[in-house]
């Protein structure tokens, strides 16, 4: 029975709750021609081979699971995402960019819809919250008195000011250029609930002051800026945001959807999404999305997501979320090793299952 940790790292596999035959691992890697099962590790990308006599009864299952969905390959490995909890990877698959073209063409379709019903319920449902837990928190003297001496508002807008002057030029990219510095209307009811505070001038001060620190430092944060950094090719991806460790690899190409998605909540014009789908189908692939881009990179290697056009940054959200549809780099990249090691774990198998020869018999001494 196969341990529920990795060999190599110790980390858990976590359960699947989608297969019956491999139970534990969300990174589930099958070659049904000759019979070889993998669960490959998130943390470390290390693949686990499965003994053969427990591939004979994964396989049926993982190719019907497989065949149900629609995959994406480039010749070498297909994926074929089952849930949020597994991927299936087909080792030896046709190439087939099934997968990519729906992901790419649903991406497309969603460009310049607006704020959906699902996130305008969220927007209303968290403000309904906050203005619940408020009114629940009047009932107490203590918030009571805490509330009207003013400090929480103050503090409050004067970080609002800061955070937004110091952070606009990223989060309003991509809108008119005003709208970075819309955060100074709030700066009246700074002012007005200095004045109607009843605290005393000292507490109004620190109040204002620890706002400011509070608003530079997540404005320096979100106004850091975002881009990409790649090696040659295109194929490994690293994500900069300035304010956390580089993500490389499958997180990095997380982290940039989720960047672009934000953004593309906006209206867009009709020609920037022609052109964006135009650019696209130029390329058809992310790497060669990002070596088109390449001379627009800084000195050192980023490419500013706010150095590009809106059309260019939706083209890239396109290629990343297409990207998705296929195995991570990573995962390709330990393929080799993995079928080396399977190709010596058989042939010891085929050493050990050899029938032994008989031993010779003892000449018969004549009479």
Request: glycine residues 8%; contains cysteine.
């Amino acid at each position: 029975m196969a341990k529920d940790a990795c060999l190599t790292c110790g980390k858990p596999l976590p359960a699947n709750k989608e297969l019956a035959s491999v139970p534990n691992g969300r990174l589930v890697a099958f070659d049904p021609d000759a019979n070889r099962v993998w669960r490959i590790c998130e943390e470390c990308n290390h693949w686990e081979l499965l003994g053969p006599q427990a591939a004979r009864v994964a396989v049926p299952e993982l190719q019907g699971r497989y065949d149900a969905e629609l995959a994406a390959s480039g010749g070498q490995m297909a994926m074929a995402v089952i849930s949020r909890k597994l991927l299936l990877f087909r080792v030896g698959a046709p190439a087939s960019n099934t997968a990519t073209e729906l992901f790419a063409s649903e991406l497309h379709a969603g460009l310049g819809k607006g704020i959906t019903w699902q996130f305008g319920a969220f927007v209303v449902l968290f403000l309904a919250a906050i203005f619940g837990a408020m009114a629940w928190l009047d009932r107490f003297a203590t918030w009571e008195a805490i509330f009207d001496s003013k400090a929480p508002m103050l503090v409050f807008y004067t970080s609002m000011v800061a955070q937004g002057v110091l952070g606009g030029r990223e989060s309003t990219r991509g809108r008119p250029a005003w709208l970075r510095w819309l955060w100074l209307v709030v700066l009246p009811l700074v002012f007005n609930q200095f004045v109607e505070s009843p605290m005393p001038i000292w507490g109004r001060i620190l109040c204002v002051a620890g706002g400011l620190a509070m608003g530079v430092w997540i404005g320096r944060s979100e106004g850091k800026p975002r881009g990409v950094r790649w090696a040659e090719g295109g194929e490994v991806m690293t994500y900069h945001d300035g304010a956390h460790g580089d993500q490389q690899g499958w997180a990095a190409t997380t982290c940039l959807l989720f960047e672009l998605t934000a953004e593309s909540m906006d209206r867009v014009k009709a020609e920037d999404r022609a052109l964006a789908w135009a650019l696209w189908q130029a390329h058809h692939s992310l790497p060669g999305l990002l070596e088109s881009l390449a001379e627009r990179r800084d000195a050192d290697g980023l490419l500013r997501l706010s150095s590009l056009t809106k059309a260019e940054r939706m083209a890239l959200l396109i290629a990343t979320g297409a990207r998705m549809a296929e195995p991570p780099a990573e995962v390709i990249a330990g393929l080799a090793e993995a079928e080396r090691v399977a190709a010596i774990a058989e042939s010891l198998d085929r050493e050990i299952t050899l029938p032994t020869p008989p031993a010779p018999s003892s000449p018969t001494l004549p009479a």
